[in-house]
């Protein structure tokens, strides 16, 4: 039975990985925590009356009418990662601007969408929260050229937590990806996926297949190819959905297959947000040897141009990203 918890599992990885610093860690901890807060917030939401829209309405940055989970997801993520006095400015969905925190050592920025798929949080479907770091390139005030707007490549860990059945949160520090299971019992999150390796191949796609006339041809020649049946190649592709984009990664990462949210008319740049949406998961997914592309080039070398910026995306089982943008050439 597993029983080496997040924090045993981070000490543990820091004598190994340099890479995997104290301060590193007591983010990553934090993230957890936040991750058991949000937990019994998620699991309490129609019994406390958090259901629905938040009053007042507001629109977030990126154009969503924000729920009231978001708000409290984003209030969850700024006090956990604040009480660190690590981090000097997050990066958050829920946030126009980036957000500055206090903390003479904040060394660190957090990129964050703290609840992902809050369309599914009135229907106990899961959702999630993801989540970049990046490490500042020097100390002193926020300068947001040059700390904020930067490159997938240059995050020093990416994680996200999984509120399905159970929460899982998931993490890598550039030395594989490793998952784990929240233990109520325990109040910890416990190892259950050490050094997590996404399938080569995998026989599902996963997309909004509402969109499909507003697709490009080479899209669309796509899912004609892995829908058209041929025993050989395990074809017809199966569909699944969640629409969270944690859960439809978090599923390919374990059973294989592809997710992908590519550009149309009506979202010109795909609709997931570069920053703290696709660059984390795309971390993430490399790390246990899988792909993530925009179509034509890799998530993780996009230059950002501005914090909420979207790129269209399709992620998972490296095989299978790579035939999605044969199809795009
Ligand atoms: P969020 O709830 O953080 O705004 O993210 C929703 C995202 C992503 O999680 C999901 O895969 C996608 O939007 C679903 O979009 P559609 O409803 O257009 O399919
Ligand atoms: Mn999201
Ligand atoms: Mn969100």
């Not at 990885?13 to 007591?26: N, S, W």
């Not at 325990?186 to 909004?208: D, Q, W």
């Amino acid at each position: 039975m597993a029983t080496k918890t997040l924090s045993e599992h981070l000490e543990d990885e820091g004598r190994r990985t340099p890479a995997l610093t104290v301060d590193l860690a007591t983010l990553l901890r934090q993230m957890g925590e936040c991750g058991r807060r949000l937990t019994l917030v998620v699991r309490r939401a129609a019994l406390s009356g958090s259901l629905g829209l938040q009053a007042g309405g507001e629109i977030n940055a990126t154009g969503d009418t924000q729920k009231k989970l978001d708000v409290l997801a984003d209030e969850a993520v700024l006090e956990r990662i604040g009480s660190t006095g690590l981090v000097g400015a997050v990066v958050s969905e829920e946030l126009k601007e980036p957000r500055a925190l206090p903390g003479r050592e904040a060394r660190y920025v957090l990129c964050t969408d703290p609840l992902d798929g809050s369309s599914n949080t009135d229907i106990d479907a899961p959702m999630g929260t993801i989540f970049g770091i990046h490490r500042k390139a020097a100390a002193g005030p926020i300068d947001p050229a040059r700390d904020l707007i930067r490159k997938g490549s240059e995050q020093v860990a990416a994680g996200y937590i999984l509120y399905g059945p159970s929460t899982m949160m998931v993490y890598t520090a550039g030395a594989g990806a490793h998952g784990f299971t929240l233990d109520e019992e325990r109040g910890a999150f416990v190892l259950t996926h050490e050094t997590m390796k996404c399938p080569e191949r995998g026989t599902i796609y996963s997309a909004n297949l509402g969109n499909l006339n507003r697709w490009s041809p080479g899209v669309r020649r796509y899912v004609d190819h892995v829908t058209a049946p041929d025993p050989a190649t395990r074809r017809p592709y199966s569909l699944r959905y969640i629409g969270a984009l944690v859960g439809d990664v978090h599923r390919s990462l374990i059973n294989g297959g592809i997710y992908f949210y590519p550009a149309d008319a009506a979202h010109p740049d795909g609709k997931l947000r570069l920053m703290y949406e696709c660059a984390p998961m795309a971390m993430i997914v490399e790390q246990a040897g899988g792909r993530a592309s925009t179509g034509t080039g890799r998530i993780l070398d996009i230059e950002a141009r501005t914090i909420h910026q979207r790129t269209p995306l399709a992620i998972g089982s490296a095989a299978e990203v790579a035939l999605y943008e044969s199809f795009l050439k």
